[in-house]
C-alpha cells in the first residue's frame, strides 16, 4: 500500500471533522483511495490550545512553510476561511505542485479564476466541494454527472441559519430576533450573523454554482442580494393565507440568452419540495433540459457533513491517480452570458401596505399598477386599527422595473402611510 | 477535435433520448467530453419501422456484427432492456475492447459481477447510472461523493409507476385499479404492470444499490419483496389518521452487523421529505457516518431523463480517457455481510382486522400480542357494519417473526373474521 502525507490548514470545525473521519473510516477511506493517508502537519495558531482531540506530537505547526517546504506532503486542504491569508497559501501551495482541496466559499467565490488557472499551468488539482452546501454532492454532481444537459436553471436554499430562523418563524411562529437568538444559542448563527442574515454567505455560493453550471466568471458584485431581516411574523402569516412559504433562494435563470442572478427571501407555493426543506438542510434544484427538475438534499453545513465533502475530494484526487487534468469554471466555459439587470427580472410581487382607512385608496393605488403594465392576482385587506388599513396585494408576473416605478408613486400618495414589505414569489414551474 | 464513433443497441424510448440529447446539446458534449462523438451504427429489430427521427442512411442495422467488429466504434451502449441477448452484446463488446453504457437495471442486478469482471480483465469501462432511478446520478454519487462515509442506511422511492398509483390513490382518493389503469393510459405503467407493480423492478434497483454502497454482491433472491397491489383506500385513509402516507419502498439497513434488504409499501410520517415525492418522481435518501442524510430527487424515468444519464457516462468514459480503472462492486467490496432474514427485521406494524362485534375480542387479541412480545401503539375502532367492526392497530417496534406468530394465532380465533392488511411502518428517523 502506497502511503500519502497530507496536511491541514486550520482545526476548527470542519478541520476536526476531517480528523474524525479519517480515524472513524480509516479502513473504507484506504480502500476506496488505494492509499494509506496520514495527516502529517496541522497549522494552527496556539499549539498549546485544548482541542479535546488527541493530535500525535509534532504534527501540529505554526509555521505555514513547514508544510510549503515539504516535498512529502501531496495534499494541502485549506480549512481556514476568508481570503488572507487563505489564497497566498494555497497559491503557494499550488506553485510547489500540491494539489488543494478546500472549503472556502469565499476565496474560491472572490479568488477562484486565479486560483484554478494557477492549479492549471502546475499541473495540479483543486477541489472544493465542501464550498456549496456542505456535504451535499453539488459540484461534482452538476460537473460529472449533468455533463449531457444545458443547465437551464438552480434554485437553492443554501444556507443553514437563515432557513432555521424561517421555519421557526413558519412552524412555530417565532419572532425573527427570537429564532435568530435561538440560532445563536444552538451555533447555527455566529455571533456577528450579518453574513448570513443578510445574504453575503448564500451570494458566494451562488458565483460558485454559476461558474460550474453556465461556464462563465461570476463577479458577486453582479448578484442581486436581499437578507431576510426584513421579514415579519405578519409576512409569513399572509403567505400562509395565499398558499405560500418563505425562503430564502439563491436563484440563477436563463432569460432569453442572459442570466437572472438573485438572492432574496421568496415566497414558493407550499406544496413543492423546496418548501419542505426545513431547519437547517440545504436543498439544491437544478433544471437541465434533458435530466428535467432535479434535486439534491442534505445538511449544508457543520463539522461532519463539510468533512465528509472535503474528504471525498481527497480520495477523488488519489483516485484520479492525480494526473487527471483540473475541471473547472473555465473548461465548461460557455459563450459569455449577459447578466439581467435586476430592473429587468419577472417575476410575481407580495406587497404589503400601511394605508389611511378612506374610501378611494384602492382606486388610487389600482390605477398606478394599472399605468405601469402590473396587473394584480389577489387583494386582502384587514382589519384596520386606529384608522391604518393593511392591505396585501400579490401581482402578476410583472418586470421589477414596473414595480418599483409603481412603488415610488405609491409611496407618495397622501392616502399610504407606508410600503412594509415586498418579497418576490416564484412559482417555480 | 478528436472524432470517436459509438453505436446503440436499441432504439426504443431511453434510445431515441439518446438521439435527441446528441443532436440538441452537440456543442456542449463536445466541449465537455473533449470529442467529437458520432454514433455512426444503432442496432434494430427492423430497419424500416417509422420512428419519426431522422436517422442518417447506413446507420441502422438489424447484424450485431456491423458493430461487434468495427474497431472505429469504441463504446457500446446497451439499450435493448432483458438479459438475453444484452449479456452476450455486452460481454462481446468488452471482448472486443469496446467501453460499455447501459441503462439496463435486469442485466447488472443479475449479471453485474461476471460483466463488471470481463470490464476489468478487458481493460474496458462499464457505466450503468441510468439503470438506477433514471437521470438521478445516485450511482456516482456514492462511488465519487460519499467515499469519506460508512453508508448505514438506503431508502428510495425507485419505480415511477407505483409512486404514481399511491400519489393517485393518497391526494385524489382513486382506487388501485382506476389509477393504474390512469398510469397505462398515461404511459407510465406497462400492458402488463406485474414487473412495477409487484416490485421486481425496484428489488433489481435496491440489488444495485446495496452492491455499489455495501460492497457486497447480492442476490436478488435474498431482497424481500411485497408489491402495491394489496394497498386498499382503506390502508391510505387510515394511515393518515395516524399521520402517515404510503410508499413502495426499497431498504437496505445495517443491523447491528447484518443488512436488512427489503421491498415493500411503507407507512411513514406526512412531515418527512420522502412522503412529499409524488407522482412519477423518484428519490433517494442515503445515510453515511459522516454525511448524515441525503436526499437525491428527480425524474427516475423517461426518455430524456434517463438518456441524460447514459450520455453523462459516455462523457465520463471520454473524460477518463479510457484510461481510469473501472470502479465496480468488487473494488469497493467491504467483508461480506450477513443479509437478515425478514423475520428478524424490526418495525412497527399497522394491522386492519375484520372482526365480530362483542365483548371480549380486543382483550383476546391483547393477550396474544403480549405474549408474543409485541406491544400496542395506538388502536382504532371503526363503526361497524353488519356485526362487523373494523379494528386497526399500530404496533411499537416489533420483530417480524413475533408479528407473524402473532398474526397466526389471531387469524384462528372465533372473534376475526379476517386480517385484510399488514403493512410496516417507518420512523425513517
Same mark, same amino acid.
Given at each position: 500500500m502506497n502511503k500519502i502525507e497530507i496536511a491541514l490548514l486550520g482545526l476548527g470545525n470542519v478541520g476536526k471533522g476531517?480528523?474524525?473521519?479519517?480515524?472513524?473510516?480509516?479502513?473504507?477511506?484506504?480502500?476506496?483511495?488505494g492509499y494509506d493517508i496520514e495527516i502529517t502537519k496541522i497549522l494552527v495558531n496556539d499549539i498549546s490550545k485544548e482541542r479535546g482531540i488527541d493530535i500525535p506530537v509534532g504534527v501540529l505547526t505554526t509555521d505555514i512553510e513547514e508544510i510549503l517546504s515539504n516535498d512529502n506532503i501531496k495534499i494541502v486542504v485549506e480549512l481556514l476561511g476568508g481570503v488572507h491569508p487563505? @489564497? &497566498?497559501?494555497?497559491?503557494?501551495? =499550488?506553485? %510547489?505542485?500540491?494539489?488543494?482541496?478546500?472549503?472556502?466559499?469565499?476565496?474560491?467565490?472572490?479568488?477562484?479564476?486565479?486560483?484554478?488557472?494557477?492549479?492549471?499551468?502546475?499541473?495540479?488539482?483543486l477541489y472544493y466541494e465542501g464550498s456549496v452546501a456542505g456535504g451535499i454532492p453539488i459540484l461534482?454532481?452538476?460537473?460529472?454527472?449533468?455533463?449531457?444537459?444545458?443547465?437551464?436553471?438552480?434554485?437553492g436554499i443554501v444556507n443553514g441559519t437563515t432557513n432555521y430562523i424561517l421555519t421557526k418563524m413558519?412552524?412555530?411562529?417565532?419572532?425573527?430576533?427570537?429564532?435568530?437568538?435561538?440560532?445563536?444559542?444552538?451555533g447555527f448563527a455566529e455571533a456577528d450573523p450579518t453574513?448570513?442574515?443578510?445574504?453575503?454567505?448564500?451570494?458566494?455560493?451562488?458565483?460558485?454554482?454559476?461558474?460550474?453550471?453556465?461556464?462563465?466568471?461570476?463577479?458577486? @458584485? &453582479?448578484?442581486?442580494?436581499?437578507? =431576510?431581516? %426584513?421579514?415579519?411574523?405578519?409576512?409569513?402569516?399572509?403567505?400562509?393565507?395565499?398558499?405560500?412559504?418563505?425562503?430564502l433562494l439563491a436563484i440563477a435563470k436563463e432569460n432569453n440568452g442572459s442570466l437572472e442572478l438573485r438572492v432574496h427571501p421568496t415566497m414558493i407555493p407550499i406544496a413543492h419540495p423546496l418548501a419542505n426543506v426545513n431547519d437547517s438542510f440545504n436543498a439544491i434544484l437544478i433544471k437541465g433540459n434533458?435530466?428535467?427538475?432535479?434535486?439534491?438534499?442534505?445538511?449544508?453545513?457543520?463539522?461532519?457533513?463539510?468533512?465528509?465533502?472535503?474528504?471525498?475530494?481527497i480520495i477523488s484526487i488519489l483516485r484520479n491517480d492525480m494526473t487527471l487534468r483540473s475541471i473547472s469554471t473555465v473548461e465548461n466555459k460557455a459563450a459569455s452570458k449577459l447578466i439581467l439587470n435586476q430592473q429587468a427580472y419577472k417575476s410575481q410581487y407580495y406587497l404589503r401596505f400601511s394605508v389611511k382607512d378612506m374610501?378611494?385608496?384602492?382606486?388610487?393605488?389600482?390605477?398606478?399598477w394599472g399605468k405601469n403594465n402590473v396587473s394584480i392576482s389577489s387583494i386582502i385587506q384587514k382589519d384596520e386599527k386606529q384608522g391604518i388599513v393593511t392591505l396585501i396585494i400579490v401581482t402578476h408576473d410583472a418586470i421589477e422595473g414596473d414595480i418599483n416605478k409603481s412603488v415610488a408613486e405609491i409611496e407618495h400618495l397622501d392616502s399610504v402611510y407606508n410600503i412594509d414589505n415586498l418579497i418576490r414569489v416564484e412559482k417555480l414551474n
Open positions: 476531517v480528523w474524525h473521519i479519517f480515524q472513524n473510516n480509516k479502513e473504507e477511506i484506504t480502500r476506496r483511495s487563505a @489564497k &497566498d497559501y494555497m497559491l503557494s501551495a =499550488i506553485e %510547489n505542485s500540491k494539489h488543494v482541496v478546500t472549503a472556502n466559499k469565499q476565496v474560491i467565490a472572490l479568488e477562484g479564476t486565479e486560483l484554478l488557472d494557477a492549479a492549471r499551468k502546475n499541473g495540479v488539482l461534482k454532481g452538476i460537473e460529472e454527472s449533468l455533463t449531457a444537459n444545458k443547465i437551464q436553471e438552480i434554485v413558519s412552524l412555530e411562529n417565532m419572532d425573527f430576533d427570537v429564532a435568530l437568538k435561538q440560532a445563536q444559542d444552538k453574513s448570513d442574515v443578510e445574504a453575503y454567505d448564500a451570494v458566494y455560493k451562488l458565483a460558485i454554482l454559476t461558474s460550474l453550471s453556465f461556464g462563465i466568471n461570476v463577479d458577486v @458584485k &453582479d448578484i442581486y442580494r436581499e437578507g =431576510i431581516s %426584513n421579514i415579519s411574523s405578519l409576512d409569513i402569516k399572509y403567505a400562509k393565507e395565499f398558499g405560500y412559504t418563505i425562503k434533458a435530466v428535467g427538475d432535479l434535486m439534491f438534499y442534505g445538511q449544508g453545513a457543520g463539522s461532519l457533513p463539510t468533512g465528509s465533502a472535503v474528504v471525498s475530494d374610501s378611494g385608496v384602492l382606486g388610487e393605488i389600482s390605477s398606478i
